[in-house]
């Protein structure tokens, strides 16, 4: 058993022992994402996948508890509190995985294997609509070998008879990972135009929800704000997950009548302190290059919701990460949610 197989044993317990009175039914969102070369590009960011489950809203014994706490330290009232539990992995190559030496001036080779347990703290407005989400999480990971990400490429490659990734042998050293990650979206009524106050528009919506958050941890150390533009039907308490470092969002969505989409477009920017993927370890020598300390994501796609299940596409198109990457680049996230 590797040293992260057991960390994710004992956290999963410790979850459980804690939780086990709400999780008793099990309703809430369950989402599988995926983005890796079948979908996407084959360099730097080739392969991400991450699978969720965000509770349905959370009252009683120990949530009544940690409510209140979190009322006390940050003054702040709780309209509704959610849990969520995620396992993911992320893997990172260079341009040219067919040269087997150490490519000095581009990333390293790096899976990331990660779980997270974080809680979702909603305030709602005096008419009851959603005005403002908190996210907290808190993530234990894997880099390095034991992460799994050089079996997952290689295995991946041969099955479909794509080109053989040489270069696995310089791949960042094995090192545990620990972060916390914090993200708050508004949602101010003001930036948002409905039947209500725009007739005109039907039964159509646009949304402007402003968003920022901060990681701290040895894979990321970042401050990061954006904004997302939607348009569509619905848009009430649908969040749409997104793969680290991008703000990731909540997850959750409310059961359709029947056919609801919205298309999206969201920006972000990013100021990063230290990123281990780019950096290299943190106490161990290993390949690394010099990151850009500013980058920045734009983002769209659409999402279509039928009944209790969503499909959501999303382009990310990303800015030099580091110095002599040449260009940016750009990715695809599928991404499928299922309402228990």
Same mark, same amino acid.
């Given at each position: 058993m590797t040293s992260f197989h057991m960390a994710a044993a004992i956290t999963f317990i410790g979850l459980q022992t804690v939780m086990s009175p709400a999780m008793a039914e099990w309703e809430g969102t369950v989402s599988i994402q995926l983005e890796n070369d079948f979908i996407g590009s084959d360099k730097w960011f080739t392969h991400g996948s991450y699978a969720s489950y965000v509770s349905e809203p959370q009252e009683d014994g120990f949530w009544d508890i940690a409510?209140? %706490?979190?009322?006390?330290?940050?003054?702040?009232?709780?309209?509704?509190?959610?849990? %969520?539990?995620?396992?993911?992995?992320?893997?990172?190559?260079?341009?040219?995985? %067919?040269d087997p030496n150490l490519i000095p001036n581009d990333r390293p080779y790096a899976g990331w294997t990660y779980i997270g347990f974080g809680l979702v703290v909603e305030k709602t407005d005096s008419q009851g609509r959603l005005a403002r989400v908190d996210n907290y999480e808190v993530n234990l990971g894997l880099v390095g070998p034991d992460s799994g990400g050089e079996w997952v490429q290689t295995t991946w490659h041969d099955a479909f008879d794509f080109i053989e990734p040489r270069g696995w042998?310089?791949?960042? #050293?094995?090192?545990?990972?620990?972060?916390?990650?914090?993200?708050r979206r508004l949602y101010p009524r003001d930036l948002r135009w409905d039947g209500d106050n725009y007739p005109n528009l039907g039964p159509f919506e646009v949304e402007l929800a402003p968003r920022w958050g901060?990681?701290?941890?040895?894979?990321?150390?970042?401050?990061?704000?954006?904004?997302?533009?939607?348009?569509?039907?619905?848009?009430?308490?649908d969040h749409l997950p997104l793969i680290r470092p991008s703000l990731p969002g909540s997850g959750y969505f409310d059961e359709a009548e029947g056919f609801n989409w919205y298309v999206f477009a969201g920006v972000d920017l990013?100021?990063?302190?230290?990123?281990?993927?780019?950096?290299?370890?943190?106490y161990r020598d290993s390949h690394s290059?010099? #990151?850009?300390?500013?980058?920045?994501?734009?983002?769209?796609?659409?999402?279509?919701?039928? #009944?209790?299940?969503?499909?959501?596409?999303?382009?990310?198109?990303?800015?030099?990460?580091?110095?002599?990457?040449?260009?940016?680049?750009?990715?695809?996230?599928l991404t499928l949610s299922w309402r228990l």
């Open positions: 409510e209140k %706490s979190y009322e006390e330290i940050f003054n702040s009232d709780v309209d509704r509190a959610r849990y %969520s539990l995620s396992l993911g992995q992320n893997i990172y190559t260079p341009e040219d995985i %067919s042998d310089n791949q960042l #050293k094995n090192e545990p990972t620990l972060n916390l990650f914090y993200e901060v990681a701290l941890g040895n894979a990321f150390t970042y401050a990061s704000a954006g904004a997302v533009l939607r348009f569509g039907q619905n848009l009430n308490d990013r100021a990063t302190g230290y990123n281990i993927f780019l950096d290299g370890n943190t290059v010099d #990151k850009n300390i500013f980058v920045g994501d734009a983002q769209i796609g659409f999402a279509v919701t039928y #009944k209790r299940a969503r499909l959501a596409m999303t382009n990310i198109f990303r800015t030099d990460e580091f110095e002599g990457q040449g260009e940016g680049f750009n990715f695809r996230a």
